[in-house]
Nanobody, 126 residues
């Protein structure tokens, strides 16, 4: 059974950086596009970005474009989200999520992702 596990969250000051990791376990990692979604307290889950199956295409929400960078290591079943120039409004629980429905990319809608990790907390202090 496939699973995702996030790590790397924590507390950082405004302007700082964090790198989140998403580890996949199971079969056929290359079948999955991986997205990142975040949820702030009292808010719905919002799309952050996604990376396609081979890591050659990445997409970002406008709110993080130019500050966040996705990368993927298919040999080690890992996806990374490098977050630079963090701001207090980036504070949220960050989830990685997988979609194996085919080649369509990017997938913005949260409901398109059927495989989810447990989330990792990112807190940015002002």
């Amino acid at each position: 059974q496939e699973q995702l596990l996030e790590s790397g969250g924590g507390l950082v000051q405004t302007g700082g950086s964090l790198r989140l990791s998403c580890a996949f376990s199971g079969r056929a990692f290359h079948n999955y596009g991986i997205g990142w979604v975040r949820q702030a307290p009292g808010s719905e889950r919002d799309y952050v970005g996604s990376i396609n199956w081979n890591g050659r295409r990445a997409d970002y929400a406008d709110s993080v474009k130019g500050r966040f960078t996705l990368s993927r290591d298919n040999d080690n079943f890992m996806v990374y989200l490098l977050m630079d120039n963090l701001r207090p409004d980036d504070t949220a629980v960050y989830y990685c999520a997988g979609n194996s429905d085919g080649p369509g990319f990017p997938r913005f809608a949260v409901y398109e992702y059927g495989l989810w990790g447990q989330g990792t907390q990112v807190t940015v202090s002002s």
